[in-house]
Antibody, heavy 123, light 113 residues
Framework: QLQLQESGPGLVKPSETLSLTCTVS??????????WGWIRQPPERGLEWIGN???????YYNPSLNSRVTISIDTSKSQFSLRLSSVTAADTAVYYC???????????????WGQGTLVTVSS | DIVMTQSPDSLAVSLGERATINCKSS????????????LVWYQQKPGQPPKLLID???TRESGVPDRFSGSGSGTDFTLTISSLQAEDVAVYYC?????????FGQGTKVEIK
């Protein structure tokens, strides 16, 4: 059973860079049928897609965050990572990693998801 | 961006009664070549990540109780819980995958009356 687990600092100072890693277990991160994504959820608010990465390193980002986001992948460690620069309080959220289905040669649903990790931006 | 708007924001339903959640997209998510609606529904219980319930607007995922059903096409969609159970208390989200950026509705909170 595929599982994803987020890790990283729970507190980041304003203007600094948020860094998170997602470790994938129980399946291959190098499958050509899936992308790997980051989604966030600010407190008491809805879900926002941040970006995706393929095992080859190909990336797609939400234009609303594009200039601040970098997603990378390390297939040897079965991990992919998120970096979000110049953070503000508005970036405070639970950050989820998830598998993004690409089995129909188009992206569809996110499943499964990691448990999520709360990142607070505060001095 | 395709904007997904859910209604209501919250609803309280008695146990055993029907709950209906609506989702409207700012443009059609019906893919013409295969006549499929590129929309999914998730259920998020407190302290948990979202769980996939329904794909293609109306196809239940394996293991999802049949009291959950999805309907609609084009821009207007509905998630129905035919007989609300205590374990269905959650926030429900729709998401479109017709076009990037992939976008979600703001969520509908379902509670017990």
């Amino acid at each position: 059973q595929l599982q994803l687990q987020e890790s990283g600092p729970g507190l980041v100072k304003p203007s600094e860079t948020l860094s998170l890693t997602c470790t994938v277990s129980g399946g291959s991160i190098s499958s050509n049928s899936y992308y790997w994504g980051w989604i966030r959820q600010p407190p008491e608010r809805g879900l926002e897609w941040i970006g995706n990465i393929y095992y080859s390193g190909s990336t797609y980002y939400n234009p609303s965050l594009n200039s601040r986001v970098t997603i990378s992948i390390d297939t040897s460690k079965s991990q992919f990572s998120l970096r979000l620069s110049s953070v503000t309080a508005a970036d405070t959220a639970v950050y989820y990693c998830a598998r993004h289905d690409f089995t129909r040669n188009w992206w569809s649903f996110f499943d499964p998801w990691g448990q999520g990790t709360l990142v607070t931006v505060s001095s | 961006d395709i904007v997904m708007t859910q209604s209501p924001d919250s609803l309280a339903v008695s146990l055993g009664e029907r709950a209906t959640i609506n989702c409207k997209s700012s443009q059609s998510v019906l893919y013409s070549s295969n006549k499929k609606n590129y929309l999914v529904w998730y259920q998020q219980k407190p302290g948990q990540p979202p769980k996939l319930l329904i794909d293609f607007a109306s196809t239940r995922e394996s293991g999802v109780p049949d009291r959950f059903s999805g309907s609609g096409s084009g821009t207007d969609f509905t998630l129905t819980i035919s007989s609300l159970q205590a374990e269905d208390v959650a926030v429900y989200y729709c998401q479109q995958y017709y076009d990037t950026p992939w976008t979600f509705g703001q969520g509908t909170k379902v509670e017990i009356k």
